[in-house]
């Protein structure tokens, strides 16, 4: 599912006007970016929570020549399925 198809099951299932849904998605995409670049989690109970986490700098291979590259410390975004979600995939 895409940006647009999962805007149109927004639409469909609340009763917003897709423009509507739209705006909502928006809006959520951007509070939830915001608050992980400020470090804190977020976490919608039964669907899933999103952090952040650091990865430590390491040793690489580089698959063309075989040489070892060095691969910079960064931070990653983590999701972890709720209990609702991960029962529903079984």
């Known amino acids: 599912m895409n940006k647009a198809e999962l805007i149109e099951a927004m639409a469909n299932g609340s009763g917003l006007s897709k423009a509507e ?5 928006d809006a959520f995409i ?6 992980l670049r400020g470090g804190d989690r977020v976490a ?8 952040i ?3 430590a700098a390491r040793t ?3 698959p063309k020549t075989k040489q070892k590259i060095k691969i910079a410390a960064k931070k990653v ?4 399925a709720g209990a609702e979600l991960s029962g529903s995939l079984k």
């Open 44 to 51: 919608l109970v039964g669907f899933g929570s999103w952090s």
């Open 30 to 35: 951007d509070a939830t970016s915001g608050a």
């Open 77 to 80: 975004v983590k999701f972890k």
């Open 21 to 25: 849904s739209k705006k909502a998605l």
């Open 53 to 55: 986490s650091e990865r």
């Open 60 to 62: 690489g291979l580089n």
